[in-house]
């Protein structure tokens, strides 16, 4: 460990003013599609919320709603505390750039290390072969790599073949990715699990709907402290219609335990 | 049809005041557990917000955070608009008793019979029986109905004898209720959707964790106005642990479409 915060540390960081609102700023390395993107942005806003009530510094539920996109430069987060009382308070965050609101959000923190340990997950963790038989960025056609978004190389993710199809043309049509996940730099925490929910491509990609789909709401919740090391990810939609889709994401730590669920209503890309 | 306002209607009515705040009437017939029943109270402050937007009568998405336990008895709906523009509304809710703070809300409304007619849905409808191979709140044991709360005679419920074990002490073990849902004297709209995705029992008591289930957050996408007919309801959890869990609500209509998803975050019931 060195003293030199990560990356992600230093590109969320907030400082409090004096009337309890925070200044950010949001960095250009962060851009995907037509704005910064969405998990970074809820991990921004979600630890200034952490400094919010005193003993709460875990979000445990948080719902979004992204009312415009956010693009690079300062952005001011503004908290209230709306319900403070047993194990969990209930507190609100607005987002806005300027004049521009840009994200609304309501939230349930509490402190996820005082949890009870009891786990009856019946769920399955991905079905991800190893590490090593994974592909990432670094393995992606030049052509695609010159067209990536800087998101991209804000952290390491290593693509199951079979999800990986959409970066070379050839989706799979199930409408699933699934992927290992680190940042490069630092563990996993509660802040970094809500930018891995909003990490990978739409799963829209994986039909071949390429292109950006704007978030409307994501709702994440936040089920233990991760443990060290890779994360795994797996991110699908089951209803495409209307022009919207859902979008699930489960955040799997190394000791097998299910440490996040998002799910996310988006707009389909257009053609 | 008939002149009169069904039950529902009735129940969940508002009145607006001229200060843009809503009047309601929280109806003693939908208590459950500690309090009143989730789905009504969101349908209650769903009907304010759908008043609230000229043109933008539909919840799209709607995130609750419970407070605390409503009560029979007036309430009080405020509504604000955080931006209105382009083919959603993002609006916040909370609802009051008294000085009491019971539910806060955002949401994104709009409306949903002006979306696109793409469906392209890999999600499958409930695996049920025909409705009349199916066991309703009449078929219960006279024990079991003399202790229901009040709640299960606002509507008909006719539950799979797989997800009914719960109701004679021997659950499936797999965390899954399913059922056919119809209110008594209406037919669906986007309305009683927001009351379908929370009415069903916990699906802990499939796991034999009975008990009442207090909800902390539910979310609610609704992707189409449903046909009319009886509803299926696929409700299921995953993920038990730390003393919480979630829980997944799938509305399927008539026309066999996925008209709302829902997933909420509630304390495991206490034994």
Redo the contacts between chains.
């Keep these: 460990m060195t003293d030199v915060p990560a990356e992600f540390d230093r590109a969320t960081g907030v400082t409090a003013s004096a009337d309890g609102t925070y200044a950010a700023d949001l960095g250009a390395g962060w851009v995907v599609g037509g704005g910064v993107n969405g998990g970074y942005l809820l991990a921004t806003l979600g630890r200034a919320l952490g400094q919010t009530v005193p003993g709460k510094p875990d979000p ?2 948080i ?1 979004a ?1 992204y ?2 996109a956010s693009t690079p430069g300062p952005a001011t987060v503004t908290t209230r505390v ?2 403070d009382g047993g194990s ?1 308070a ?1 507190l ?1 965050a607005d987002v806005s750039q300027g004049d521009s ?1 840009r994200i ?5 923190y509490g402190d ?1 290390s005082g ?9 399955s963790p991905p079905d991800l072969p190893p590490l090593e038989q994974c592909v990432g960025f670094g393995d992606a056609p030049p052509e695609f790599r010159d067209q990536a978004p800087p998101l991209m190389s804000r952290f390491d993710m290593r693509f199951d073949v079979a999800s990986a199809g959409w970066a070379v043309g050839t989706p799979s049509g ?2 699933l990715i699934q992927c290992w996940f680190r940042l490069p730099d630092r563990e996993p925490d509660p802040l970094s699990l809500l930018l891995a929910v909003d990490a990978m491509p739409p799963a829209t990609f994986d ?1 071949g709907m390429y292109g950006w789909a704007p978030t ?2 994501l ?1 994440a ?1 936040l ?2 402290r991760p443990a060290p090391g890779w994360l795994r990810l797996r991110h699908a ?8 889709f ?1 979008e699930d994401c489960e955040v799997w730590d190394s000791a097998d ?2 440490v996040a ?1 998002s ?1 996310q ?1 988006a707009r ?1 890309p257009r053609p």
Excluded: F, K, P
């Design positions: 445990v539920a719902s709603y009312l415009a709306l319900r969990v209930t609100a609101h609304t959000a309501l939230a349930a996820l949890l009870t340990d009891d786990v009856a997950t019946t769920a199930r409408g039909l409307l709401e709702t919740h089920r233990a939609t089951r209803n495409v219609a209307g022009g919207m859902e335990r299910l669920q799910r209503l389909t």
